[in-house]
């Protein structure tokens, strides 16, 4: 079926409104002016610490960290959205528009790694919103990280969908040499209407392909994030992603089932109700086949790769994706034994 884009589709964003904050007394317009101008603010925060505990027992690590709050991405499915309302701004048009920065990320993280009861464990950058959006080419704070932890030899996991990454291939090189990182690659679909539409800020499939393959010459495990799939949307694509990324080196794969939890339900149907008109029924309707007849799921477990006759199609083609194309790969294990205090870690960056 040919996919129609509505013309009232906002170029550039994800979200085509705002919801209502719940924390806020005011009631906003949903959809702001068209004529008022459509630019991205920064905002700097002042955290007290960086490292947050993840307590989900599924997900992968234990730790995760967030330069930024908010992201332009605008990707519309993000569950992310949900953060921005605690910092007095909507999950919607706000979350892609108003970037929270941290400044003092280093220096926290630097407090952190230095304390005698810290025990080396790899940390998740980012578990929320992506480390390396447009904003890092501003702020650089992802690669001040980075360059704490390799002073300290911390282990770090790495989730990104930009090509920007490749601009630290000076200090991932070196880090995976040690066994310190691993860098997981997202792909959501190789069709580039449907990526732009949904994902207006990303880099293309072909871009996210080529990080793949330039990270995995360069000795660092990579592996791909077939995430989310959304049935209806791309779960045809399942196989040819997985090609894809296996023939760019991609070391081993993984996928998660769409869950619209919160604001990102409305923000979602809105957006697909606009852009894909002819399909939003199917796909919305789908997406409630894989959560017991709801758009989202919070139980753990289920709520990352669904249930149901659909979600169970969607993870057997994974598995034969990963028997086809991945039998004899593995991604490496952390280096946990190199992890070192430093009074003043900036003196190991001229050993």
Partial sequence: MEKKAATSVRKGRGAQLNPHNPFENTLRDKIPDPDLPD???????????????????????????????????????CYARNTHPFWGFSAGLDFER???????????????????????APIMLS??????????????????????????????????????????????????AEGLVRVAISVTSLDEQ?????????????????????????????????????????????????RAVADCGARAVHHTVVRLNGDVAEIFEDWARKAMPDRADRILNRIRDCHNGQLHDSRYGRRIKGAGRIAEMIGQQVELARRLYFEDRTMPPYNLDSYRKRKDPQLTLWE
């Fill in 194 to 242: 449907v990526r732009r539409l949904l994902e207006p800020r990303t880099a293309s499939a072909g871009a996210r392909l080529q990080v793949i393959r330039r990270l995995s010459e360069q000795g660092i495990p990579v592996s791909a994030m077939l995430a989310p799939v959304i049935p209806g949307l791309n779960d045809h694509e399942i196989l040819p992603m997985a």
């Fill in 98 to 120: 108003n970037i929270l920065v941290k400044k003092d990320a280093p220096g926290l993280l630097r407090k952190q790694l230095q304390k005698k009861s810290w025990r080396a």
């Fill in 39 to 77: 630019r991205t603010r920064y905002q700097e925060v002042f955290p007290k610490s960086m490292i947050n505990r993840v307590d989900s027992p599924d997900i992968g690590m234990a730790w995760s960290m967030n330069p930024y709050q908010g992201c332009e991405h605008g990707c519309v499915y």
């Fill in 127 to 176: 578990g929320n919103t992506d480390c390396y959006q447009p904003a890092e080419r501003k702020f650089e704070i992802t690669r001040q990280l980075l360059e704490v932890l390799w002073a300290f030899r911390h282990p770090v996991g790495i989730i990104t969908k930009s090509r920007l990454i490749l601009r630290d291939l000076d200090l991932l090189a070196p880090m995976a």
